[in-house]
């Protein structure tokens, strides 16, 4: 990534919510020169999803009321190409992605940090709960104030040349107090829902969606227990994910649960409660916010899905750069397409995407 140049010039990442439109705010509060926009990324039309053209139109009435320009950027393809694909090739694959953190990767913190270089902007702000703060020459990325807000999990894989240049204004509030700014500067989106769904699956229904896009019936294959014998029939792979119980579609006279999937086989693992605990789990292409381990082994907290608490484990490095990392009590429905972030104390080592696990 080109480096910027310092300057006191910001761009604003707006989505329409109240959490970008308080951040905009505050960051002009702090004396910069602020321009908003809007990335656009999927043909959203629907009002409580991201993308929608109702979000579109919140944004650029908080930047009017601010003063500020407003721009929207059409990423639509690249979006497609690095997210919707990847999402699609992930449930075949057996695996649930988390395409908002692959958003955040490969486009607000990677073609949206690029476009605000080419803007002359020293400063790429989004409403993020988390915090930035340089320690001697190093950038390190810590949790928010507020726990119950915290969205440092979804941030793992930022770099110092991408933390030299990121502002994050929210990381010492909770929601009442953005609301409560918010109304205070007249926004018109300062009570507005969050977002709760994927942009491009507004329903929730995966599997619809991936039969959709790809044009072709998802595959029908077998329900099996952890011996191998046949329980009945499932609707396709990318309809299932770890730990799920209920849609199954299948009736067995007790409570049974998605343990495995199989995209080999074409088949689903059920089995009880206690076959979805794992000791560990191991991650590839790990991110290290700092460039570097803290050590080969070392204690931490670790996280495996979004509104988790951390949870004590050891991290080991193995030669080949892979990390293990064992919780110090097992932990339930350890998924493969899902981040693992580790944690000391607030600050965030670095996550990546967790690759199987260890039983």
Known sequence: MERMEENNR???????GVDSSVAAYLTMEQGYDCLGCTMK?????RGGSCCSLEDVEDARAVARRLGMPYYVFNFSDRFQEAVMEPFVRSYQRGR??????????????????????????GKLVTGHYARVQREGNRYVLK??????????YVLYMLTQAQLAHILFPLGGLDKEQVRRLAGEQGFLNAQKPDSQDICFVPDGDVGN?????????????????SQGRVLGRHRGLARYTIGQRRGLGVSLGERRYVCALNPEANTVTLGDNRELFRRGLWVGDFNWISGAPPGDSFSC?????????????????REDGTVAVTFQRPQRAVTPGQAVVLYDGDTVLGGGVIEGDIP
Do not use: W
Not at 143 to 152: F, H, R, V, W, Y
Not at 209 to 225: E, H, S
């Open 301 to 317: 907290a670790a996280k495996i899905r979004y509104r988790q608490p951390e949870q004590p484990a050891q991290a080991a490095v």
């Open 96 to 121: 649930t992605p988390n395409p908002c953190i692959e958003c955040n990767r490969r486009l607000k913190f990677d073609c949206l940090l690029e476009r605000a270089i080419v803007l002359g902007c």
């Open 143 to 152: 949790k928010a104030l507020n726990p119950d807000k915290d969205q440092s």
């Open 41 to 45: 990324l999927f043909q959203g039309e």
């Open 10 to 16: 910001a761009l604003i990442a707006m989505s329409g």
């Open 209 to 225: 969606f991936i039969q959709r896009y790809t044009g072709a019936p998802l595959p029908p294959g077998d329900f099996i227990d």
